[in-house]
């Protein structure tokens, strides 16, 4: 397809480029209003449309704020993203968004096609600690603003927002024991991941609060899919482990894990209660529905957006660390009876 240009129209009325482009810009002192007319109807005709890249680069400003995301299999990324696409569209920004699939080389190739495009401003959610620091400090180098959300680098002066992972773990954690659990497997996320750190610290910590002995061997690392979950259930059950709980790093692992118990005639949580970080309302789908620790995905959303928009404005704008408080809800995974409200 060939767009039509200032070019094809000047050519197609026998009149200067510059013509036609004042006339498009709406320049009525130096276009007649009877030539300004013309060409904006055979503009329009001819199926021209303003090339808003070139605009944007005179303005030096694309008005494009880019969103990168590890993974688009949940609700969170698309909730985060409608809460900021919300935002930032009042205020004449687009946003270009972009997922990584938790692999730190497409991430980095996404990252650079918001340079190269020139975007206002980076959201991202990383998928590792360390593979990509060069390139965030090539984009901050550049002083393209960046904000990190949920999944942070604490080692980089940037703004970041996420939940209070730690505590809700160990809350998680202590919940799991006072409902008489106490060989509690713990599937956590890769090591390559903030977040795995601290949940699984949380995970610790609370254990050692009601004298429960760690043991390495109730903690499987693995990757954060559907499947992951599963093969960790299988795989603890080859190291021939007894456990009468499941803590797990995100929802996804959660339903492998459940799906491979039910399968192996495991009740829940009568034999194995089940549970979860980063829930959505995916946990309410399945039988029975999982206990989670839900994040405030709207507000990370609006709070990561009012970080980013701060730095837009003014590169020099002190860096923050937002830390929100995400909701545990108990639901029959864990208890046959929850309670009504959860806090």
Known sequence: MKY??????????????????????????????????KIVDTAASMGYRRNELAVN????????????????????????IASVQKIVSAKGYRVS???????????????????????????????HNTANLSTYE????????????????????????????????FFMVEHLIMSGKRKILHIAGPNHIQNTIERTRGYRDALAKFRIPFNPELVVQCGVGVEDGSAAI???????????????????????AKRCLQEHGFAIPADVAICCMSGTILS??????????????????EVATSLLLDKINDFS?????????????IRNSTVENPPAENA
Do not use: W
């Open 4 to 37: 039509v240009t200032i070019k094809d129209i000047a050519a197609a009325l026998g009149i200067s480029k510059s013509t036609v482009s004042r006339a498009l810009n709406g320049d009525v002192k130096n276009v007649s209003k009877e030539t300004l007319q």
């Open 57 to 80: 680069l005179r303005a030096k400003s694309n008005h494009v704020i880019g969103i990168l995301v590890p993974e688009i299999t949940t609700p969170f990324a698309m909730s985060f």
């Open 97 to 127: 968004i972009a997922f990584s699939n938790e692999s730190p080389e497409t991430e980095r190739m996404n990252l650079e096609m918001f340079i190269n495009s020139r975007v206002d401003g980076i959201l991202i959610s990383t998928c």
């Open 138 to 169: 090539d984009i901050l180098q550049r002083k393209i603003p960046l904000v990190f959300f949920d999944r942070t680098i604490a080692e980089l002066p940037v703004s970041s927002v996420r939940s209070n992972d730690y505590i809700k773990s």
């Open 234 to 256: 299988e795989q603890a059950f080859q190291k021939g482990l007894d456990f009468d709980a499941v803590f797990c790093f995100t929802e996804t692992q959660a339903f492998g």
């Open 284 to 301: 309410t789908l399945v039988y029975p529905q999982i206990t989670a620790v839900e994040q405030q995905v709207e507000e990370m959303g």
């Open 317 to 329: 704008a002190p860096e923050q660390t937002i830390i929100l408080n995400a909701k545990m809800v």
